[in-house]
């Protein structure tokens, strides 16, 4: 968009509204910087944008019906609002296409996964020509973290390695909708990450559809590892973390690597989706029960203290009573810090949707309880391990907790887990480490009560600092960088992770 375009649209704001994985909080991320970039401004809260993007999924049975009716409350107001423009991008428009503005015939784009640097233009084509653009590529032309990127943290970071999938898991769309895998070279994303890291940030999360697949283009089995060994020569780099690995790819070098690299998290988020091997048969997951529990004794026997979380599907086509009763074995056995777990949700497209054995909504939601009650408890239990403890935790944006207690800010500690800490007297910043004892725990959180016992000001809180002062001026944009920043390494997502 060249500069009397620009200067056109100076005025005009934006909003975008993410639905999915940490996959779409990344596309929303690039989204944010390619409208700041053609002149749009991100709208106040609350306030009516000139342009509304939603970033869509696909996964879950609900998504269609949330999106028609977020599109449905949108109409009344852009009636009223001239000029208003409405576009739907991710993984829902790349599967409907057509259908979407055949539904909502006030929507102005319709952008695909693979497509979404198009964004801006199509916008001025829909303005200029007064109808709906439609554009759905079927392959990848430009790797996205080549995309100017609006970053919302000046501490942390998610650098993309991968985009796509080459796995056919049977509930599973995501791969027909995000093509096949393809790898960043290595010497790009290590530039990436040191790039990130002159500009403050402390923390970085590797991220991929299969995020340790990496080297399947190059045929090196060996590549993720050799990554991960690469981040911890990078000076300033204090945190790195990776998601979503697959089990079928994990090797013995990515956990040696884990282990012996410095700043490399012992927190591993490892999916299950079941513990019964004939349901791993019938989603198409190569792995059984016998190899996910030998990984997590692995990782356990090199990182005692490593934290480990997963992602379950309860209700899958055929699974009886028996296979249920395997998957909370696994969970007992594994023994997860957190799950995220989900009701099986029929996705139109899928093998799965069409296996006989559907189960009735009752039976699901009934095993639904059951497993999040036995995960509750066992989070609970790990977490008491942590009373005692002394640790670091990274300072996260905000003021933590939002209620009565107004005293405590939170952060995460090496382990991803959630700690809310007494604000100290003297100041700390997001990005800052303050060394706390934990007195405390909760299913999903820890308690350090009483001052910390160091404050260690960063480079990161720096930065913070320093945007704080400039806020016209968002992180990222300037410079192109392609990451995300979150506060957390496992944002809390509507859709599981796919893998």
């Not at 609006?150 to 995501?174: K, P, Q």
């Not at 991929?208 to 993720?224: E, L, M, P, S, T």
């Not at 513990?275 to 026997?301: H, P």
């Not at 005692?304 to 249920?324: C, L, Q």
Request: charged share 25%; glycine share 8%; hydrophobic share 40%.
């Amino acid at each position: 968009m060249g500069t009397a375009e620009i200067s056109k649209t100076a005025a005009k704001t934006y909003e975008i509204r993410t639905h999915g994985c940490q996959m779409n909080v990344h596309d929303s991320e690039r989204l944010s910087g390619l409208m700041e970039q053609a002149g749009y401004a991100k709208a106040p809260s609350g306030a009516d944008a000139d342009v509304v993007v939603f970033n869509t999924c696909a996964v879950r049975e609900k998504a269609d019906n949330h999106l028609y009716g977020n599109l449905g409350q949108l109409a009344s107001v852009k009636a009223v609002k001239p000029g208003m423009q409405i576009a739907v991008g991710g993984c829902l428009a790349q599967k409907d296409r057509e259908t979407i503005v055949k539904k909502a015939p006030w929507v102005d784009v319709v952008f695909g996964t693979h497509n979404i640097g198009h964004l801006p233009a199509l916008l001025e084509r829909a303005r200029v020509q007064e109808e709906a653009q439609v554009e759905i590529l079927e392959s990848l032309e430009v790797f996205p973290s080549t995309l100017p990127t609006r970053r919302e943290s000046a501490y942390a970071a998610w650098v993309s390695i991968s985009v796509g999938c080459n796995n056919t898991c049977t509930f599973c769309i995501v791969p027909a909708l995000r093509g096949k895998e393809k790898d960043r070279r290595s010497g790009d994303i290590l530039a990436e990450v040191e790039a990130l890291v002159a500009e403050g940030v402390v923390e970085v999360t590797l991220l991929g559809q299969n995020v340790n697949a990496y080297g399947q283009d190059i045929g090196d089995r060996q590549a993720f590892g050799k990554l991960l060994r690469a981040c911890g020569g990078i000076e300033g780099l204090e945190r790195v973390r990776f998601t979503s690995p697959h089990p079928k790819d994990f090797t013995d070098d990515v956990i040696a690597a884990m282990a012996e690299t410095p700043n490399v998290m012992h927190q591993l988020h490892m999916p299950l989706q079941s513990g019964s091997d004939s349901v791993l048969r019938a989603m198409k997951r190569s792995y059984r029960q016998e190899r996910y529990l030998g990984i997590i004794g692995k990782v356990r026997a090199a990182m005692p203290d490593a934290a480990i979380s997963t992602d379950i599907i309860v209700g899958f086509p055929g699974e009886t009573e028996e296979d249920f009763q395997q998957t909370l074995h696994v969970v007992r056995e594994a023994r997860f810090a957190q799950a995220f777990t989900f009701q099986y949700s029929k996705r139109p497209g899928t093998p799965a949707a069409e296996m006989a054995g559907q189960l009735p909504k009752a039976v699901v939601q009934e095993r639904y309880l059951r497993l999040v009650a036995l995960q509750e408890e066992i989070s609970w239990e790990e977490n008491k391990k942590q009373v005692g403890r002394t640790l670091e935790v990274l300072v996260a944006e905000g003021e933590g907790r939002k209620d009565q207690h107004t005293d405590r800010l939170s952060g995460r500690a090496p382990d991803s887990r959630l700690v809310h800490f007494t604000k100290p007297a003297e100041g700390v910043r997001p990005g800052d480490m303050v060394t706390v004892e934990i007195t405390y725990a909760a299913p999903h959180h820890l308690l350090a009560e009483g001052a910390p016992s160091a404050v260690r000001r960063t480079r990161a809180g720096d930065a913070w600092e320093k945007r704080q002062a400039e806020p016209a001026k968002p992180a990222g944009v300037m410079l192109g960088l392609p990451s995300v920043g979150v506060p957390a390494p496992l944002p809390v997502a509507d859709a599981p992770s796919c893998r």
